[in-house]
């Protein structure tokens, strides 16, 4: 049963996430950040996802595609900040779609009672980005996300 | 005169930060980017600046250092997510003695009538993060960063 929460309060530049997974942070860890692993937790259900780069690694850069049932292409790329395993990592975050709009995720796991709390924390450039993107479908987008995300880690414990 | 203007509006999550040069933008970008300059502007008037990486690319990383006149060193470090010359470029920063608070910094010149308008966005994981950099004497701080960028680039046009 997922515990997801997405707070998107009214006026302010970002959007907070959080989630429970049952597994270690280690397993989480890997899941987010293994390019071979990505593909099958990204994105939503109905799209293939295509890993163009993922240098997990501070400085690294990382692209993503998904690609729908039509062969429509969305890609995404960004530059990691920081990343330090299984803790979480900061990375910047931009859909090729809608250039110069770029924001800032960290994503930090914490192990309570042998489970991992996630929370993300995206920041936008400005509040009218923020509400752009909660507008665009992201909260079902990123539900579904986290849902695949869950079903690959039940198979990694 | 300088013109600059730093906006801290209550309960936001950025700092936005303009002035004016007396410049076309391409001397502007290149004082801002070039690794060789930057010692001359960055940071405050009685501190020596040291560039330890700055590479003006997507991908790219970058790290500062700042020497007082005590010996005492405060480092910086980002990447840099895009960049794009003349026009701007958006990188993260982290001040390493306070590690784990990072900030999305987005730097954009535009040519009005010869002279070049700066706006720098910057957002803040959180609006107490926020607060901390401005209880920082970061205004003052950025007045004589752009104050001796003012006066660098009146040497290269």
Redesign the interface.
């Given at each position: 049963m997922s515990d997801l929460k997405i707070v998107i309060e009214p006026?302010?530049?970002?959007i907070v996430m959080t989630r429970t997974f049952d597994a270690p942070r280690e397993v989480v860890f890997r899941a987010m950040t293994d390019p071979e692993l990505l593909p099958k937790w990204w994105g939503l259900r109905d799209t293939e996802t295509l890993v163009d780069r993922y240098e997990a690694r501070?400085?690294g850069?990382w692209r993503i595609v998904e690609r729908d049932k039509e062969g429509q292409e969305y890609a995404f790329h960004?530059?990691?900040?920081?990343i330090k395993a299984p803790e979480g990592f900061?990375a910047?975050f931009?859909f090729e779609g809608m250039p110069g709009h770029?924001?800032?995720e960290?994503h930090t796991l914490e192990e309570v009672d042998g489970r991992t709390r996630y929370t993300s924390?995206s920041?936008?450039?400005?509040?009218e980005d923020r509400d752009g993107m909660a507008a665009s479908g992201m909260e079902d987008g990123a539900g579904q996300s986290m849902d695949q995300l869950d079903e690959l880690i039940r198979t990694l414990v």
């Open positions: 006026g302010r530049q970002d501070p400085g850069s960004g530059v990691i900040h920081g900061t910047t931009e770029v924001l800032l960290t924390v920041v936008f450039q400005s509040v």
